[in-house]
């Protein structure tokens, strides 16, 4: 059991970035609704001390000064992180001088412990994972393989809406360099079939993702009783989903919304206490490759949230194309780092241009980058005019069927990072 800190959250926005701050400084932090536990309760926990948060004026602000004075009686350490943030000095003193900490969250012991836990409570047990090739799941596979060996399978389903080469670089990944038990579904036609002629945005989510599961289930038939299902639900989809009791940002329906009937006894979840971070830093530490471990977050649907009216091959593999271009710029000119996300939109509009001195009237696609903390608000990206200009000038030049890029200088809210 590791020292932690209790985040006791009254309401806002703060309470990840506050818990990530003070995991940072090497200190589990736990966040908990103010009206889940009772003083007592908490006491039970074991914390070490405990931070409360909240913004001012909201409903839950006026319950502070009472809860505040019961927690007091307690003897446990109290930091207000209410409409204001201390510096990182004041946390250190609340994290290591008032609560005594010693500062035992450390991700390799997480990953040893992890390893030792699962191949005790799964020997002998069969688990199946759907593994998209993100980087949730992608941790999760090696964590598992290393606990339990040639026991895991992982069934990785090829819509055809990945980015490019991304089907084969996850095949290599875990066939080869790693030696999972991997099966890989080409379901490419099978996936585009179902899209044709297919324009609303809802209605291709919601084909994408039942024709997920309809294949998933399929390949779980084959081979027959798999004891447990692994998922790669991490910490923020249990925070949002309001799985804690707070108000839900968003469901989260992890591993292509699988149902429950399929026939598990239960789930596995080993990365269900960490932070994006965290998972990626688990990943380095088990061996993932660094461009596994730190490619761009990709939403479940794949390209076909960023294919604008109907979905087909031909448009899919104008979008992979200028994608890659957009990346390999972003990487070269060193903003991949410090850009949260980025990717192009291939839309559904054309324009006139001129290609090898002929008019032309192609594809107009738009590139979208984002910087932000918490993916619930976000700011378009300063990228510099010079990467921006290599990036539309290859793009036209090198994409067979474009003419025209543009780029998407709008924050969250009112727009959303992906466009549908």
């Not at 009686?73 to 290591?96: I, S």
Request: net charge negative; glycine share 8%.
């Amino acid at each position: 059991m590791y020292e932690r800190i209790l985040v006791l959250d009254f309401g806002g926005k703060s309470n990840q970035l506050i818990a990530k701050q003070v995991r940072a400084h090497k200190v589990y932090a736990e966040i908990q609704p103010y009206n889940t536990l009772t003083p007592a309760q908490i006491q039970e926990t074991g914390c070490c001390g405990v931070i409360y948060t909240g913004e001012p004026g909201n409903a839950h602000a006026a319950k502070l000064p009472e809860y505040r004075n019961a927690l007091k009686t307690l003897g446990l350490p109290l930091l207000n992180w209410f409409d204001q943030t201390p510096d990182d000095a004041a946390l250190e003193r609340f994290l290591f001088a008032d609560c005594a900490c010693t500062g035992d969250w450390l991700l390799p012991t997480f990953v040893a412990q992890s390893v030792a836990r699962y191949k005790e409570e799964l020997a002998g047990k069969k688990v199946l994972c759907a593994l998209s090739g993100g980087v949730d799941s992608s941790v999760c596979a090696v964590l598992m393989h290393k606990a339990i060996g040639t026991n895991l399978t992982c069934v990785f389903v090829d819509h055809g809406l990945m980015r490019k080469n991304e089907g084969d670089e996850v095949e290599r990944v875990f066939s080869q360099m790693f030696g999972v038990n991997l099966i890989r579904v080409n379901a490419q036609n099978r996936f585009l079939a179902k899209l044709a002629g297919v324009t609303e945005p809802e209605k291709k989510r919601k084909i994408i993702g039942e024709e997920f599961i309809r294949v998933f289930e399929e390949e779980a038939r084959k081979l027959g009783k798999m004891d447990y299902l692994m998922q790669g639900t991490i910490y923020p989809d249990i925070i949002e989903s309001g799985i804690l009791g707070a108000a839900p940002i968003k469901s989260h329906h992890n591993v292509g919304g699988l149902p429950q009937d399929i026939g598990f006894d239960g789930l596995v979840e080993p990365l269900r206490d960490l932070f994006k971070d965290e998972v990626r830093a688990v990943g380095l530490e088990l061996g993932l490759p660094a461009n596994l471990v730190h490619r761009q977050p990709f939403p479940g649907p794949g390209l076909g949230v960023r294919c604008i009216g109907e979905i087909n091959k031909a448009k899919l593999d104008i979008l992979r194309g200028c994608d890659a271009i957009f990346r390999e710029e972003i990487a070269a000119a060193g903003l991949d780092a410090s850009i949260n996300q980025y990717f192009a939109i291939i839309t559904d509009l054309q324009s006139v241009g001129v290609h090898n001195e002929v008019r032309s009237y192609d594809r107009v696609v738009a590139l979208r980058a984002v910087q932000t903390q918490d993916f619930m608000t976000a700011d378009w990206a300063r990228i510099p005019y010079d990467t921006l200009a290599k990036a539309s000038a290859r793009i036209c030049a090198e994409v067979v069927g474009v003419n025209r890029v543009v780029y998407d200088i709008t924050a969250k809210p009112p727009g959303t990072v992906e466009w549908e």
